[in-house]
């Protein structure tokens, strides 16, 4: 079995300043969103429509925001809303930690909405354009979550190869690496699926519900090795969470898609 390497979650001090492995994460996020996003605007067809870099860089603004707050935002309405209504004054303490990625998700939603308004753009051609871009950041945040030692998966088998003990986890059994599982499936698999997706012309809403579709199922199956939050356990059907607000992903990507898809055969 491998034993999880205990990383020092500070990358670098600078005198009274600690810089986290967590938070060059995120920076590394939001540079490969700035890469692919001014590829993507340099492509023909959001070019003749007026898109620039300019643009990805007002969008970067705004999703960070998005990213911010909502991801904030839904951890405490989510997992922890008894805590959080008798600590109000903890709320917006990201410094101790606590993200939920569907609540980052509404969070840049209302975002790209309020930067389409502004802009005068339709709402699903904003969220065409970025949809493709997004995965590698995800990619990103799961490579914090492993050198943190944190979000760990569930018991495994001791001969599986790549079994490894997280002694976070207060216990010395083999468990899945469930951060990789994450960081090669709604990461790295969905950044080149959606990539290769978004390459032709695809009516608008249809790469949006596509990312909705794909994060939502690769993030389902990649439960079933991740151990439950301990203050949540599993809930209805023996599906946790995570799962549990996946399915609505799943379900409104899909909505998204046939109608857009209705809609360019009429």
Not at 93 to 116: D, N, P, Q
Not at 141 to 158: C, T
Not at 178 to 201: C, D, H, M, T, V
Request: with cysteine.
């Amino acid at each position: 079995m491998w034993v999880h390497p205990q990383f020092d979650p500070i990358a670098l001090r600078l005198g009274p300043l600690a810089i986290h492995w967590y938070g060059l994460t995120y920076l590394a996020a939001f540079g490969m969103f700035l890469w692919l996003a001014n590829k993507r605007v340099a492509q023909t067809q959001w070019a003749n429509a007026g898109w620039s870099r300019r643009d990805v860089d007002d969008i970067l603004f705004f999703g960070v925001l998005g990213v911010v707050l909502g991801g904030r935002l839904g951890y405490v309405l989510f997992y922890k809303p008894d805590y959080y209504l008798h600590n109000l004054s903890e709320v917006f303490a990201v410094w101790k930690g606590g993200m939920a990625f569907h609540g980052g998700l509404l969070g840049v939603i209302l975002a790209m909405a309020l930067f389409a308004k502004l802009r005068g753009r339709k709402f699903f051609e904003v969220t065409d354009l970025i949809a493709p871009c997004v995965p590698t950041g995800l990619a990103a945040g799961r490579v914090g979550n492993f050198i943190n030692g944190e979000l760990w998966g569930r018991v495994a088998d001791p001969s599986l190869p790549w079994a490894m003990v997280f002694p976070q986890s207060g216990t010395l059994v083999p468990r899945h690496p469930s951060q990789i599982y994450q960081f090669l499936g709604e990461g790295l698999a969905l950044a080149l699926l959606l990539w290769l997706y978004s390459r032709k012309p695809r009516a608008t809403g249809m790469v949006s519900g596509m990312f909705l579709i794909g994060y939502g199922c690769f993030r389902f199956a990649a439960e079933y090795f991740r151990e439950p939050d301990d203050f949540l356990g599993l809930r209805a059907l023996n599906l946790s969470q995570g799962q549990w607000l996946s399915l609505p992903m799943i379900a409104a990507g899909i909505a998204i898609w046939l109608y857009a898809n209705q809609r360019q055969k009429n």
